[in-house]
């Protein structure tokens, strides 16, 4: 009377319905009935395999030989006997080897498909869903801080050609308040990220520090409490690839503003009066996108809107984050992670 499949998993040799001696004896069983399993149906594939495509080349007398084997592997399998599933995998094994070598895969070519198929995968992954990103620059403070490692979700408004501009469809457009990278306008070898605050035909204006949309002000709320950072900052005009940045530790005051539905920290350098935008209406197919650190940001103050074809997804949670190290060693490796900022969703 055949067990039923899946039991192989707590037979290994012991009586029927025997106590099992200890956690570790029952692990051991349990992993060597895993591998054995994994190994009957790699090669009952690969034999399989063969035997289709090489059909051409294999006698009938060992195409029966090897169907046969096949067959001891299968009715191991659905058996739940572990020692008969090892010798049904050394039966198979040996007529693998005596009657079909030539078509078997080395290890070497079984191991180099593992890493093209792993490769193959993350390429597409990286190329239509998700990509990650690090922050150089505390542009987007306090949203974002220098070290921090994002992830940004690629098809959050369309599909583009991979390592291209080209968009092969266009199924959403940003919100005001997403977070978004893109490509630099004027260096498209750079990436940028900052947070979007008028949307086409929109008219934005910056004036004594304050945000007005449609020609209202957006409004925010004064966040009590002492504020100051260290900005790696990006110093305006941006060169086209890296910024000419320090370390500058600075006083600020910190708001809460509401974009839309949508509420975020921003900063502010104390007594306002930063960058200004004169009247200006968000072209077609573009956004006016901004730092969230408001006075200390390279933006579309400086350098204009952002065509949708540049973006290149949008922001969605902080996955790893380090500041520099004083020294090459473990403990001041370990002081510099910002422990707190990990998976901290990007608002």
Known sequence: MSTA???IGDMGGGSPGA??????????????ARRARLEARHLAKEARRILRKKSFRIPGAVAATVTEAIKGVDDALAAGDLERLRKAN????????????????????????????AVAVALLLRAFVVEAFQIPSGSMIPTLHVG?????????????????DIKVMQYGQPVRGDVIVFKFPQDKSVDYIKRVVALPGDTVEVRQGDLYVNGERVPRERVPGPCRYDSDTEQDPAPPRAAQRGIDPRDCEKWVETLGRK????????????????????????????GDNRDNSSDSRVWGPVN????????????????????????????????RRFFTVVR
Do not use: C
């Open 308 to 339: 949708f074809d540049l973006i290149k997804g949008r922001a969605l949670i902080v996955w790893w984050s380090k500041g520099p190290s004083e020294n090459w060693n473990a403990g001041s490796w370990a002081k510099a992670i910002h422990w």
């Open 5 to 7: 499949r899946g039991d």
């Open 90 to 117: 050394a039966t198979l094994d040996d007529a693998m080897d005596d009657h079909l070598s030539f078509a078997r895969k080395s290890t070497l070519r079984e191991y180099a498909e593992s890493i093209g198929v």
């Open 263 to 290: 509420q975020h920290e921003i900063i502010t350098e104390p007594g306002g009066g930063g960058k200004e935008q004169t009247r200006t209406v968000v072209p077609a197919h573009h956004v006016f996108v901004m």
């Open 148 to 164: 921090d490692h994002i992830f940004v979700s690629k098809f959050s408004y369309g599909l583009s050609i991979p390592f291209t």
């Open 19 to 32: 106590e099992p001696p200890g956690l570790l004896a029952w692990w051991r069983r349990r992993s060597a």
